[in-house]
């Protein structure tokens, strides 16, 4: 069987999808691909079947929580990495037929981060998807078991947010203090 | 979702209690668990075969595997979070705490994502000290590996012979570093220092003896009547399930697919090294246990080419960029910059750039990813470890699908997970 020649990732998903891919950036020879939050199954579906880049296999997916205050609005738009919200989602995902790999990127909001589950397309991003919804607070819809995978199930918070304290007590301030009281086990009289 | 057995004559509130926690696990069992048609069993976490504290929710029926709902969580340290409190050098020994069964191969991903961030060059000898060590790695990780799986199979005397031979490593690896298992002796940029002098004579006399040691496991296991019947046929993942999970290493390559990063994305010189990737054909336990043996043997190939590139091979084993590795003690009492550099190193770190890499190295169990989002300043915004135990124990429940109950701890051998691994 003849192997079909490898093909640009980058123009092919701007020819599938034009507007939905938001940006491109190279670093140290990787390319991620920003794609819109609501087509990312489509997208990585695609990635996966379309001849000529058959990215058959999903190394990874990582969560990452732009906190406190390079993303949105304050987004220093010369910076490479392009940051339109909180939290930025990525599907590390692998060709063995071209042997290279690509990066496509998702990102959420701060109010309501939650972004479709890729499970339908790659089986292998169940419980890479369930330990950031458990670890980052990122809902994935119609993921097919969204228990807690890490923490205990009654575990309040999430660990890998910026915000979330590193072993110690958070320091209460008047903007947080509601916050860390709705959550703190007091004494109770 | 804590599910003891059903109740046989419960209070009201008991039997309230376990419809509660059966309505959690609805979609996740079958209906015939709801029904108690099937039985529910915990394997776990103190179980001896579970190789750390996993826990399995089995739905039997009679001895057949239904599914099973692997539990995981309870070693979990909170690794990935305190790295984004330390600067770059300072996460080394972390990593060793991860797969505690091969902490050299968790350095080596580690240490080359930081050097892809900041696109650091790592001098030649300093290369194939790495090789050496990550093949010393693999077969101390895969000789325990043999002798629990054996253990696991009832063959009790394959864990003393395995392990004498890994004392052998580890006392390999405390000349290196002063430690036995938490080395941290692979770091961004090369090594801690150079091999000491009674290293080498030390590694060749192994290689001499090693090869037939295996052929001893080899003698034991591998024609013996009950091992094979305990292993053929048992556990077969598909190629194409297997790909679908995201499973890799040995137990990728068990099921026949060509896929070793060593050979695919070389890393540390790997391309310039001789040496062959076992394949298996049927998928099934017993090829998972041959490509390990085999995979014995090639380490030893790659190991003897290292050890007389090694001999003729001088030089550095740190990068002389002086911005990212700290210089040698000696330049210390000589150099006003070294000594700058050297309080600098050690009390801020340095500068990585403000976006992501991902990259990945060939474990002893599979493909260790790292993946480092920077800030642009000493501490990285997010470090996120992609480890094969993880990936297999989430492929569990189809693995096992349909076997017997003896099987899974068969099966749980075979794909070679370690909690720490996993949980992180």
């Known amino acids: 069987m003849e192997i079909p020649a490898a093909r640009d990732p980058v123009q092919m998903a701007r020819d599938a999808f034009g507007e939905g ?10 390319t991620t691909i920003v794609v819109a939050a609501e087509r990312l199954p489509e997208a990585l579906g695609f990635f996966r079947a379309s001849p000529g880049l058959v990215y058959n296999m999903l190394s990874d997916v ?9 993303y949105g609005a304050a987004y220093d738009g010369n910076q490479s990495d392009y940051r339109p919200e909180r939290y930025g989602v990525c599907y590390h995902i692998l060709s063995m037929l071209y042997n290279r790999r690509l990066r496509i990127k998702a990102f959420a909001d701060e109010a309501d981060p939650r972004l479709p589950t890729g499970t339908t397309v790659f089986p292998a991003a169940n419980w890479l998807e369930r330990e950031i919804a458990d670890m980052m607070g990122i809902a994935f819809e119609e993921h097919p078991d969204p228990r807690r995978l890490l923490m205990p199930e009654d575990w309040h918070g999430h660990p890998h947010r910026r915000d979330y304290p590193l072993g110690k007590e958070t320091v209460a301030f008047s903007f947080n203090v509601e916050d860390i009281h709705a959550h703190k086990p007091f004494a109770k009289d | 979702m804590a599910v003891a057995a059903a109740p046989q004559e419960a209070s009201l509130e008991e039997q309230r209690r376990w419809e509660g926690d059966l309505e959690e696990l609805r979609g996740l069992v079958s209906e015939r668990a709801v029904s108690g048609d099937t039985m529910l069993l915990n394997m776990g976490p103190h179980h001896p075969s579970t190789h750390g504290v996993l826990r399995l929710l089995l739905e039997l029926d009679g001895e057949q595997i239904v599914t099973c709902l692997p539990d995981i969580g309870f070693l979990h340290t909170g690794i990935e979070k305190s790295i984004e409190d330390k600067s770059y050098e300072k996460a080394v020994p972390l990593t060793d705490r991860m797969d505690y069964l091969s902490p050299m191969s968790n350095n080596m991903a580690y240490a080359a994502a930081v050097e892809k961030l900041l696109d650091l060059d790592v001098p030649e000898r300093a290369q194939i000290i790495r090789v050496t060590c990550l093949e010393l790695a693999r077969c101390a990780s895969h000789l325990v590996w043999l002798g629990t799986h054996a253990i696991d199979m009832g063959a009790m005397s394959v864990l003393l012979y395995a392990f004498r031979e890994r004392e052998r490593i580890l006392g390999m690896f405390e000349m290196l570093s002063g430690q036995r298992m938490m080395s941290s002796y692979i770091r961004p940029g090369g090594l801690w220092r150079d091999v000491p002098s009674d290293f080498l004579p030390t590694l060749k006399q192994f290689l001499n003896d090693f090869p037939y040691k295996v052929d001893d496991y080899e003698a034991l296991l591998t024609k013996n009547p009950i091992w094979k019947d305990r292993s053929q046929g048992v556990g077969v993942v598909e190629p194409d399930v297997a790909l679908a999970y995201g499973m890799t290493g040995p137990a990728l390559r068990g099921s026949g697919v060509n896929w070793d990063l060593r050979k695919a994305q070389p890393y540390s010189g790997y391309e310039t090294y ?14 998972r246990y041959l490509i390990r043996i085999h995979e014995f043997r090639e380490s030893m190939k790659i190991l003897q080419q290292a050890v007389a590139r090694l001999e003729r091979t001088p030089g550095p084993t740190r990068s002389e960029n002086r911005k990212y590795c700290p210089p040698l003690r000696s330049e210390l009492g000589q150099s006003m910059e070294a000594v700058i550099h050297h309080f600098k190193l050690w009390t801020y770190g340095y500068d990585a750039p403000d976006d992501e890499i991902y990259s990945a190295i060939e474990s002893p169990r599979g493909e260790i990813g790292c993946y480092i989002h920077g800030t642009g300043a000493n501490k990285p915004r997010r470090v996120h470890f992609k ?12 693995i096992s699908q349909g076997y017997l109950l003896a099987d899974m701890v068969a099966i749980i051998g075979s794909v070679d997970i370690v909690l720490g691994d996993c949980d992180r």
């Open chain 1, 21 to 30: 891919i938001l940006h491109v950036k190279h670093f140290r020879g990787e």
């Open chain 1, 62 to 70: 990582s969560a990452v929580d732009y906190y406190p205050d390079d």
């Open chain 2, 274 to 287: 001789d040496f062959n990737v076992p394949l298996g054909e049927h998928g099934d336990v017993y090829d």
């Open chain 2, 387 to 398: 480890t094969p135990s993880f990936m297999h124990i989430s492929a569990l429940p189809v």
